[in-house]
Structure formats: C-alpha cells, structure tokens
C-alpha cells in the first residue's frame, strides 16, 4: 500500500516545516547539521523532497548533537516532541526523532513499539571509527546489540535467510537476560567508546544502510554549502557528488518506474490542523483529518 500522492506531498511538506524550525536552531547555536540520505540526493537532483520519498533526514557529529539536544529541549516551541532513544523507553533505535504534537504516522516496522508517534524528521548522530583491526570486531558487536534493542523494544524485525536466524540465535537468547535499560547503556557505551581519538571516518550506528553506507568521511559532515531544498536551503556536504556516489552510485540516474515508492509501509496518518500547521508557508492548507486514502 502507498498513501495517495496528495496525502504523500502534504506529509513531506509538514516534515518540511519541521526541518526548518530544526536548521534555525542549529544555526542560531552555531551547530553543524548535514542532510543525509534521500534527502541529500533530492536536494541534489530534485531541489528538494524526491517526489516518492516520505522522510527527512539529518546528521551531526557526536558534539554537536548532544548541544542539539540540550538546546532544542529547552527552546524548540511547544508544538515539537524531541524524542530521543536514552530517554524514551518506547524508542529503541539510537538516534533523535523531532516529532510534531497533534499528529501520527504509525509505520508498519514500529506499529508494535509505543510513545510519541507524531509525524517527525529524523537526526542522527556519528560517532568515531576506530583506526586498525579493532574496527571489525567493534562493527560486529554494534550489531549485535543494535539488533538485540531492535528486538526487545517491539520494532518489527526484517525477515531473515536460515543462516542469518541462527546466526540471530545469541541474540534473542542474550536479549531474554538483559534489560532493556541496561542494554541501551552498553550500546551507547561502545558506540562512542573512539570518540576522543583522531578519526577520519564517522559512523551512524543508528542509520537505515548497513554500516558500509552510513560510515563517511568526517569532512563530509565539517565541510558544508548550502542546496537548494524546496523554498528554503539547506547544509549538505560540500562534497555533495562524493557523498552522493558512496550512497547511491550513479545517483542522477532515475531508478525504474516500479521502484519509485515510498520507503515505509505507513498504516496511519494524521496531519495537524490548518491553523497553526508547520508546513512551509501555508503550502499544504489541507483540512486535518486521518488520512487513510491509499493506493493499492
């Protein structure tokens, strides 16, 4: 199921509004914010949302995201919810969610998880790449306890090839012994456990690719430009083909017309009111109302 193309753009334009508030407040505090992912790449070859995509995406180095936290708690407005998996016992993924009160969108992977389900944009932190050998041993280890949080916070969990079940085996057995609370302790441990030696690479643990894509190069998250972005702009790489050409390859090539649909399965989705609403502008002046028209 896909939601309908109406309900789709106004959805990416209330993310919008979001986003902005976020980039001000970054901007104001003087906090380094790249778009990631999908978003990156529509700014680059769409000048704004890819008109399939259904999410936004940040990312900050370690530093500066805890900053983030710290201020947009205390002066984002009274609309916005700053989800963060440490202090959130629903959330299990470790990155930040800023999220718009009076709203939901509840997706297929997290229908089972509870709190805060408000339309939202996503923040992820990067963290240090250990130098040498270690670095396996520790990628291995932030997977196992990635996918153990997955587990035990009630996210659906991809189906899996036979070889990986077992290989999950460890996994589901540790997961019956340890605390959720615990867990998430070890996790944030080891994952920032490199963070005040010399790196060039940064990795979002937290990130939806497998750790060869979400592991960059620290200049791409230090060394920014503005892109164009719908009517606003915001920081990118500077090196945006470089970036774009690890994620995706030959990025400018449209993939086929069957693969053009959005990434989440959404089951609900409820936009906030005309008045007051966080999209751009006025741009998405759409009665508020569950938005259950889909496509089939």
Not at 110 to 127: E, N, Y
Request: glycine share 8%.
């Amino acid at each position: 199921m896909q939601i309908s193309p109406q309900h789709l753009r106004r959805l990416q334009l209330t993310q919008l509004g979001i986003a902005v508030e976020v980039a001000a407040l970054c901007d104001k505090h003087g906090l380094s914010y790249v778009l990631l992912g999908g978003s990156a790449l529509g700014a680059r070859r769409h000048g704004g949302f890819i008109p399939w995509d259904d999410d936004m995406d940040m990312g900050m180095l370690r530093h500066d995201f805890d900053r983030f936290l710290d201020v947009a708690r205390r002066e984002l407005p009274a609309s916005f919810y700053v989800q963060y998996w440490l202090d959130d016992p629903h959330m299990g993924a470790p990155f930040a969610k800023v999220r718009l009160n009076d709203t939901r969108l509840v997706e297929e992977s997290s229908k089972g998880t509870g709190g805060h389900k408000g339309i939202a944009i996503d923040i992820f932190p990067f963290d240090n790449v250990p130098n040498g050998l270690i670095e396996y041993p520790w990628k291995l280890l932030l997977m196992f306890w990635k996918r153990l949080l997955r587990h035990k916070s009630g996210y659906t969990m991809r189906a899996l090839p036979l070889l990986r079940r077992l290989a999950d085996l460890p996994m589901r057995i540790a997961a019956r012994h340890i605390s959720k609370e615990d867990a998430k302790q070890r996790f944030r441990s080891l994952m920032s456990r490199y963070n005040d030696e010399t790196t060039d690479r940064v990795l979002a643990v937290g990130g939806a690719y497998d750790f060869s894509k979400d592991m960059l190069k620290r200049s791409w998250l230090t060394d920014r430009c503005r892109q164009q972005f719908e009517d606003r702009s915001f920081y990118c790489p500077a090196d945006l083909n470089g970036y774009l050409e690890h994620m995706y390859g030959n990025y400018m090539c449209l993939p086929p017309v069957e693969d053009r649909r959005t990434n989440h399965t959404i089951l609900d989705l409820v936009f906030p009111s005309d008045e007051g609403n966080c999209a751009s502008d006025g741009q998405a002046a759409v009665p508020a109302r569950r938005a259950m028209a889909v496509e089939r």
